[in-house]
C-alpha cells in the first residue's frame, strides 16, 4: 500500500512542478507588467544607463579599422551632453565623409587618461578629439577616466559585449532595468521617506550620448548650485603655475606626436561656457598664460569655441548645451574640423 | 561569463535545448565540452588555451604514473605534474605578492626599489581547476583511482561549465561515475534544479549586491571611521554578503548541473548556524574544507603525531587556506585566524570544560551558534579589508576601542533593510540546518513553493542595480 503510495505521489510530482513553475511565472509576469504600467502612468521611462561595459564597447569600437575614419569623442559632460555622435555623423557624409564618431566621453571624469590610453595603442589610428579645457589638463586630474580605461584592459570580454548589448536593449524598452528602479532601493527610498525617484533630466543614448533637457528641470536651481559649487571649489584650489602647467603637457605632446606618427590626428576642444562659470575659469587659468602657450607648442589642432562664431551655443545651466541644441553643435564641430582639415 | 548575466541567460537557453534533444550520450558530452570551452572563453580566449594546457598535461601525466613500473618514474611524473600545476597557479596568482613582498622586505634593510606592477591578468578559476588536477593527480599516484584513458572525459571533468570557475570542487572518481553513465533529465530534476537556479541568482542579486553590499561598502571604505556599532555591522553585513554571493553562486551551480542530470556536492549548508567554527568548517565552502583535509591535513599527519602537533597541522592547513584565498597578508591572516578559533575549540572540547552538560543546552546551543556567527564576522574582517591596517582599525573598533571622531552607521533605508535581512537570514538558517540538501523543496506544500519561486523571481527581475562581481570569481 505504501509502496503504491509513494509511485503515485512520485508520479504526481512532475504535474505538480509544471504547475508551480506556470503559477510562478504567471505571477511574475503580472507583477513585472503591474510596475511598469505604474511607473510609465507616473510619467517615468525607460532609458539607457551608462556603465564601465558601455564605454568598454565604444572603446573596442575605435580599434576597428578604417573605412570609416573613427572619431573617438572624449572629454566629461560637455562632449557626453553636447554631441550627438549621428548628427555628427549625417554632417559629415553631407560633407562627403565617412566617419565613425564614437563617445567615450564619461560625465564628471576629465579625459586625458583615455587619450594615453589611445596613444598607447598602436591599433588606433582614427581622431582624437579631446574635449577639454586648461584645469581639464592639470596632472592632478590625469587619472580620472584611469578606472575605465583599467575595466577596458582587464574586465572586458566577449562575454560582457553580449551581456551588454542585451541590457542595452533591455534598457531601451524595460523601466524595471533601470537601477534606481530597483526593488530593493524602492523599498529603501520609501523608508527614508524619500518618495520616487528622481526625474533625471539627462537622457543616455545607446551610444553613450546624451542629452540636457532642461524643459523637464528647474534650470535656474541647477544653474546657481553649479556656480555656488565653483565659488567653493575654487578658493580652496591653488591652480599649478603656467610652467609647472606647461611642463606637464609636454609629456602629452609625446601622446599627441605618437598618435600622428600613426597617421591618427587629436584635436583639443574647449567646449561653450558662460556666465560665471566662465569667469571663473578665466581667472584661474587665463587663457593667455595657459591655452594660447599650449597651442604654440601642442602638435594637434586647437580649438577654443570663443574664436567661433558658429560654435558658440547658449549654456543654460553655464556648463552644457540645451538638448535642442545638440545637433547644431555636432554639426559646426564638424563644419570647424573640416575648415581646420582635420578630416 | 557569469550566471547573472545575460550572456549565460542566452548561453543556456541554446545549449540546455541542443542537450536534451541529442539521443547520444557521446554527443552529449561532446556538446558540454565545446560549451564549457566557449564559458570560459567567453572571458577570455587566450586563457582557454592555459586551461587547455593543464588539462591535457596532467592527463598524459596521469597515464605515465599508472604504467610506470617503478618508484622513481612515478614519482618523477606525479612532481612534474604537481609542479607545473603549483608553477601556473604561482605565477598568474602570486607572482606580484612575492615580488612586493621582497621589495619591501629589501625595504626593511634599506635597499630601495619601486614597487613593480607586473600586470599579470588571474585566468578566472584557475585556484579551483588547479585543486582539481592537483586532486586527481594525488589520487592516481596513491592508487585511490585507475586515471581514464579518454581524454574527453578528463577535459569535461576538468571544463564542466557549472562547476569550471568557482567550484564545487569536484573529485574526478566522483564526477567520472556520472559522466561514463547517461544521465537522465527527468522533468522533476529540470524543475528543481531551475528552483535551486532562480534560488542562487536570488542570493546573488538580491541578497549580496543590493542588500549586503551597501553597508559593507560603506563600512570598509578606507576613509570611514567605524564605531563599534558600525564595525560590527560591517563585519556581519560582509559575512552575509560573502555567503549570499558565493553559496548563490554554487546553489545556481548545482542548480544547472541537475538540470543537466549531474550532480555537484553541496558546497553550504546553512553554515551560520553552526556551533562551533569546527562545525562550521563543515558546512562553509564544503569542497575546499574537504580538500584540504583529505590533501593537506591528512597527509600532514592530523592529529595523528600527537596533540601539539595536531595544532600545528590546523594552524598550517588554515593559513594555507588564507593563503589560497588570495595573495595578500590579510588572507593569511584571515586563515590564520580560523586556524587558532579550531585550536582553541578543540582544546576546550578535549579539557574538562568540553564535558560540561551545560553545553547540550537547547537554549546555550543557541547563544553558541550566536558566537560563532560572531567570530566568523570578527574573522571576515581580515577578508574583506583591502589592508590589514584597515582591518585592524575595525578590530580595534569592534572591541570598543574607536577612534575618538567615530562615524556610526546611519539608521537610513539601507541599515533598516540590512537588519531585517540579517535576522531573516540567520532564521533561514536556522531553519534550513536539519534540512540536508534540496529534497525539502520536493516536499514543500506547492501554494508555498509557488509563493517561493514568484518571489525569488520578481526580485531578480525587479533588482536591476549594480552587480558586482562574484567575490570568488577573484581567488
Redesign the interface.
Known amino acids: 500500500m505504501r509502496s503504491s503510495t509513494s509511485s503515485s505521489e512520485a508520479a504526481a ?2 504535474a ?6 506556470l ?3 504567471a ?2 509576469v503580472a ?2 507588467v503591474a ?1 511598469e504600467r505604474y511607473w510609465r502612468a507616473q510619467g517615468y521611462a525607460p532609458s539607457v544607463v551608462d556603465s564601465l561595459d558601455l564605454w568598454s564597447q565604444m572603446r573596442a569600437r575605435v580599434d576597428r579599422p578604417a573605412p570609416p575614419q573613427r572619431i573617438a569623442l572624449l572629454g566629461a559632460s560637455r562632449i557626453q551632453y553636447g554631441i550627438s555622435p549621428s548628427a555628427f555623423r549625417d554632417e559629415a557624409r553631407r560633407l562627403g565623409l565617412d566617419v565613425d564618431p564614437v563617445m567615450l566621453a564619461v560625465n564628471g571624469h576629465y579625459p586625458l587618461a583615455a587619450l594615453r590610453d589611445l596613444a598607447d595603442d598602436p591599433q588606433f589610428v582614427g581622431v582624437a578629439l579631446v574635449g577639454i579645457d586648461s584645469r581639464g589638463m592639470d596632472r592632478q586630474v590625469w587619472d580620472m577616466q584611469a578606472p575605465h580605461v583599467r575595466y577596458y584592459h ?2 572586458w ?4 559585449e ?2 551588454r548589448r ?2 542595452t536593449r ?1 534598457q531601451e524598452h524595460v523601466i ?4 534606481e ?5 524602492l ?6 521617506g ?1 518618495g520616487p525617484p528622481y526625474r533625471d533630466y539627462v537622457l543616455f543614448q545607446r551610444d553613450r550620448s546624451a542629452g540636457t533637457d532642461y524643459a523637464r528641470s528647474d534650470v535656474t536651481a541647477i544653474r546657481n548650485a553649479r556656480i555656488a559649487d565653483l565659488r567653493k571649489y575654487y578658493p580652496r584650489f591653488t591652480a599649478p603655475s603656467p610652467e609647472a602647467w606647461l611642463a606637464g603637457m609636454r609629456e602629452v605632446v609625446g601622446w599627441v606626436e605618437r598618435i600622428n606618427a600613426r597617421g591618427g590626428k587629436v584635436v583639443f576642444y574647449r567646449e561653450p561656457l558662460s556666465g560665471e562659470h566662465l569667469e571663473l575659469d578665466e581667472q584661474h587659468f587665463p587663457r593667455a598664460q595657459y591655452w594660447d602657450r599650449l597651442a604654440a607648442i601642442m602638435p594637434a589642432t586647437m580649438i577654443d569655441f570663443r574664436d567661433y562664431p558658429s560654435l558658440q551655443f547658449d549654456t543654460p545651466d553655464t556648463s552644457h548645451v540645451d538638448i535642442k541644441d545638440i545637433d547644431a553643435q555636432s554639426r559646426a564641430l564638424v563644419r570647424v574640423l573640416r575648415e581646420q582639415h582635420v578630416f | ?2 550566471f547573472d ?3 549565460f541567460a ?1 548561453f543556456l537557453a541554446i545549449v540546455f535545448p541542443c542537450y536534451v534533444l541529442l539521443r547520444s550520450w557521446s554527443a552529449r558530452k561532446n556538446l558540454l565540452l565545446v560549451a564549457s570551452c566557449v564559458f570560459y ?5 587566450f586563457f582557454l588555451s592555459l586551461l587547455a594546457f593543464t588539462t591535457v598535461f596532467d592527463w598524459w601525466a596521469a597515464q605515465r604514473i599508472h604504467a610506470a613500473t617503478d618508484g622513481p618514474t612515478r614519482r618523477r611524473w606525479f612532481w612534474a605534474s604537481i609542479a607545473a600545476s603549483l608553477s601556473l597557479l604561482g605565477f598568474f596568482k602570486y607572482a606580484q605578492f612575492f615580488a612586493n613582498t621582497a621589495i619591501d622586505a629589501l625595504a626593511l634593510v634599506g635597499v630601495r626599489y619601486q614597487p613593480l606592477d607586473l600586470g599579470i ?1 588571474l585566468p578566472l578559476g584557475i585556484s579551483f581547476y588547479t585543486f582539481e588536477s592537483i586532486s586527481y593527480i594525488v589520487d592516481v599516484y596513491k592508487k585511490r583511482i585507475t586515471p581514464t584513458r579518454n581524454l574527453r572525459d578528463y577535459g569535461l571533468f576538468m571544463t564542466f561549465f557549472p562547476h569550471l570557475v568557482a567550484g564545487p570542487i569536484m573529485r574526478f572518481a566522483d564526477f567520472n561515475a556520472q559522466s561514463t553513465t547517461p544521465r537522465t533529465v ?3 530534476g529540470v ?2 534544479g ?1 528552483f535551486m537556479l532562480v534560488g542562487g541568482l536570488f542570493l546573488k542579486i ?1 541578497g549580496a549586491d ?2 549586503f553590499a551597501p553597508v559593507s561598502d560603506t563600512v570598509f571604505a578606507a576613509d570611514f571611521k567605524a564605531g563599534f556599532v558600525a564595525a560590527w555591522a560591517g563585519a556581519f553585513s560582509f559575512s552575509m554578503q560573502v555567503y549570499c554571493d558565493f553559496a548563490g553562486y554554487s546553489l545556481a551551480a548545482l542548480g544547472i548541473a541537475k538540470m543537466l542530470g549531474f550532480h555537484l556536492p553541496p558546497n553550504f549548508e546553512a553554515p551560520f548556524a553552526s556551533v562551533g567554527i569546527a562545525e562550521l568548517w563543515t558546512r562553509w565552502h564544503i569542497s575546499l574544507s574537504n580538500w584540504l583535509r583529505d590533501y593537506v591535513f591528512n597527509p600532514l599527519g592530523h592529529y595523528r603525531r600527537g596533540r601539539w602537533r595536531g595544532y600545528l597541522n590546523v594552524m598550517i592547513t588554515f593559513t594555507a587556506c588564507g593563503f589560497w584565498h588570495g595573495a595578500a597578508w590579510h588572507f593569511v591572516v584571515w586563515g590564520a585566524l580560523h586556524g587558532v578559533f579550531l585550536v582553541v575549540e578543540r582544546m576546550l572540547k578535549d579539557s574538562p570544560i568540553g564535558r560540561w552538560r551545560v553545553w547540550g543546552m537547547r537554549g546555550v546551543r543557541w547563544l553558541l551558534a550566536l558566537f560563532t556567527f560572531a567570530l566568523f564576522a570578527w574573522a571576515v574582517v581580515y577578508f574583506r579589508a583591502a589592508t590589514i591596517g584597515l582591518a585592524w582599525q575595525r578590530t580595534l573598533a569592534m572591541f570598543g576601542l574607536e577612534p575618538a571622531d567615530a562615524a556610526n552607521l546611519a539608521w ?3 541599515s ?2 540590512f537588519v531585517v535581512a540579517l535576522l531573516v537570514g540567520l532564521a533561514a538558517q536556522a531553519w534550513l540546518k536539519p534540512r540536508k540538501g534540496w529534497a525539502w523543496v ?1 516536499t514543500m506544500a ?1 501554494p508555498w ?2 509563493a517561493l ?2 518571489m525569488m ?3 531578480i ?6 552587480t558586482n ?1 562574484f567575490i570568488y570569481f577573484q581567488f
Open positions: 510530482r512532475p505538480r512542478w509544471l504547475l508551480t513553475w503559477l510562478a511565472l505571477i511574475v507583477g513585472w510596475f582587464h574586465d570580454s566577449p562575454s560582457r553580449l551581456h542585451l541590457l533591455l524595471a532595468a533601470r537601477p528602479f530597483s526593488i530593493v532601493t523599498i529603501k527610498r520609501a523608508l527614508d524619500q | 561569463m557569469t548575466s545575460l550572456t542566452l572563453g567567453a572571458w577570455n580566449p591578468v527527468s522533468a522533476e524543475a528543481l531551475a538580491v543590493q542588500i537610513n533605508g539601507d533598516k533593510v520536493n506547492w513553493r509557488v519561486l514568484a523571481g520578481l526580485a527581475i525587479l533588482s536591476p542595480g549594480k562581481a
